[in-house]
């Protein structure tokens, strides 16, 4: 059997109009003979009836809180919307299918209600589905733990649901459907030219979606690279075939030159603040151990940190920068608070070692007069930090002078 995942997104399935080009993705691959594995998202973006953001909004609306427990369940509720929706829609075309929450399709997962990791997947419903239906319909985003209870994946999670699903039934490809026409070299709402790229490998696209690039989640990338399984990023709304993500030696027989490039794309996180901690007029001993422990203990996540014998530079997201502050004030601290900062990423696996890359950051942001508020690199990404007025400005700025829209 020829199995194919195909995943659609939150856009993909927001319209009747949409759902037909859904559709028509379907018939052809029913025509290559493929049997389907389709992977749903909640239908729409914020302010559409059943999407994820909306059923959140719900529990905002009412002005009261929700536990873990019940929000999830709240949430697996648009996935399955969206499930049912595709269903009828297969019927009335005289396609067969049938519908899978996660846990029926064998999603097992830890108890970690909002962001569980998958345990395992034992799919033998899935399979045994495949055999009298052409498509097995799988809603995203959601799992099963050990007690029995819903639980979801963290946002964006129905990409992992794919993969991960794709992996356990070793499916030939995840096509993963949303509203652009594949991984570009920016995000195409904020850089106009940006560039879809017809291959990536595994770790450029891993990194990118790490440092912000949702076209995709970090973490279904991850599986797909473990189980060594293709993925298509493509639009639901054209034909092309999008960005194939696979090993680079994947690549090689279809085009040469393909991982020789510098620089494979720009990424941002909106939304950080800078923290910086110095000692007070006597030396503090232990300060960086103690501010991260403090940060550790009140499970704030802390990032691009920097550690030097005259103090720590480190940022949170901005939501977390109120209580990181009132902990950091508590233990007797004075730290320097720079809210409404974004983190700039310059990704590529051909940046290691090769001179002049920072020189171009450097002078790409200068140029617009944009001020650097702290830096780092690793051997395949470069950051800046720098105000949240300047992102813009400064991803434009960074694709042009690498000359990414070529
Ligand atoms: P879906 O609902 O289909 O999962 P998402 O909104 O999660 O869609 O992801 C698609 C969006 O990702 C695009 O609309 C685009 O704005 C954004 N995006 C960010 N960075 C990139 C990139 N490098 N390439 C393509 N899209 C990107
Ligand atoms: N519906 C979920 C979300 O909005 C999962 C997904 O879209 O991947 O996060
Ligand atoms: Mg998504």
Request: charged share 20%.
């Amino acid at each position: 059997m020829h199995i194919m995942v195909q995943k659609f997104g939150g856009t993909s399935l927001s319209s009747p109009e949409a759902r037909e080009h859904v559709l028509s993705h379907i018939r052809r691959e029913l025509d290559n003979d493929y049997r389907l594995v389709i992977v749903v998202s909640a239908m729409g973006r914020r302010g559409d009836p059943y999407a994820t953001d909306t059923l959140l909004d719900l529990i905002e609306q009412t002005g009261g809180s929700l536990s873990p427990r019940e929000q999830d369940l709240l949430l697996c509720c648009g996935e399955i919307i969206s499930a049912s929706t595709l269903s009828s829609l297969l019927h009335r075309e005289g396609i067969s299918s049938t519908v899978l929450t996660g846990a029926q399709a064998g999603f097992r997962t830890d108890s970690h209600f909002g962001n569980a990791r998958i345990l395992d997947i034992v799919p033998s419903r899935v399979l045994e589905e495949l055999e009298y239906n052409e498509v097995v319909i799988v809603t995203g985003f959601q799992g099963q733990n050990l007690d029995g209870e819903f639980t979801t994946l963290g946002r964006g999670g129905s990409d992992t649901s794919a993969t991960a699903l794709g992996a356990a039934l070793r499916a030939e490809m995840v096509d993963i459907y949303t509203d652009v026409n594949g991984i570009l070299t920016a995000d195409p709402r904020i850089v106009e030219d940006a560039r879809a790229l017809p291959y990536v490998s595994y770790a450029e696209i891993c990194n990118m979606a790490h440092q912000g690039a949702k076209v995709i989640h970090p973490r279904a990338v991850e599986i797909a690279m473990q189980a060594g399984i293709p993925i298509r990023v493509r639009s639901t709304f054209a034909q092309g075939e999008g960005t194939l993500v696979a090993n680079p030696e994947g690549f090689r027989d279809v085009q040469s030159g393909v991982v020789d490039r510098y620089v494979t794309g720009i990424a941002y996180v909106g939304n950080v603040t800078q923290i910086t901690v110095q000692p007070a007029e006597q030396q503090e001993a232990n300060l960086q151990l103690k501010v991260f422990k403090a940060m550790a203990e009140n499970a704030i996540s802390v990032d691009f940190i920097n550690v030097t014998p005259s103090g720590v530079v480190y940022t949170v997201f901005d939501c977390d920068a109120v209580q990181a502050s009132a902990v950091l004030e508590e233990m007797g601290f004075r730290p320097r608070i720079l809210t409404g900062c974004a983190k700039v990423s310059v990704i590529g696996g051909g940046i290691n070692g090769v001179p002049g890359i920072m020189a171009k950051i450097v002078e790409a942001l200068t140029e617009q007069g944009i001020q650097i508020l702290q830096s780092a690199d690793s051997n395949t990404t470069i950051w800046v930090l720098v105000n949240k007025e300047d992102m813009v400005q400064a991803l434009r700025a960074l694709h042009t002078k690498f000359e990414l829209a070529h």
